[in-house]
């Protein structure tokens, strides 16, 4: 299996909330990185291990939901490969959309996730979460 293979295999147990299935591709030591400044948004931080990499999805879960998201092609090499994703994702607690693009960038050891970074519009989600109006850009 190629890394291009492994990331979109990472997505479909993903979107099929297959945790057993997520744990069999990320390295134990895996390492998610969602770039915000400390205390922006519930999920911002670094996250360690596959309990770590749970406890990410714990909290975003907890707080959004994907309304739609079309994932370009991914682009990279053996060892990283980077996601772009155009969407929409919902605030439980505001019903506030945040429309706008994500980054996601993957780094393969093997047949192995060893992190997972998300560069996102920290500013539009974490606005969202106050707010009830739509955030993000109006594309």
């Known amino acids: 299996m190629n890394s291009d293979q492994l990331v979109a295999q990472f997505y479909e147990l993903l979107t099929a909330r297959d945790i057993a299935g997520l744990n069999a591709i990320l ?18 931080g670094r996250f360690v291990g596959v309990q770590g990499f749970a406890q990410f999805l714990a909290i975003v879960g907890e707080h959004l939901e994907i309304v739609d998201a079309e994932r370009q092609p991914p682009f990279g090499d053996d060892h990283h490969v980077v996601v772009a994703t155009r969407g929409r994702w919902r605030v439980k607690a505001t019903g506030a959309e945040v429309v706008g ?4 960038i993957f ?23 106050l707010t009830g109006p739509s955030a993000g850009d109006d594309a």
């Open 27 to 44: 390295a134990q030591d895996v390492v998610v990185t969602y770039h915000a400044t400390p205390g922006d948004l519930p999920w911002a």
């Open 101 to 104: 693009s994500m980054l996601n």
């Open 107 to 129: 780094s393969i050891a093997g047949t192995l996730i060893t992190g997972y970074e998300v560069y996102a519009d920290t500013a539009a989600f974490a606005k969202a979460m």
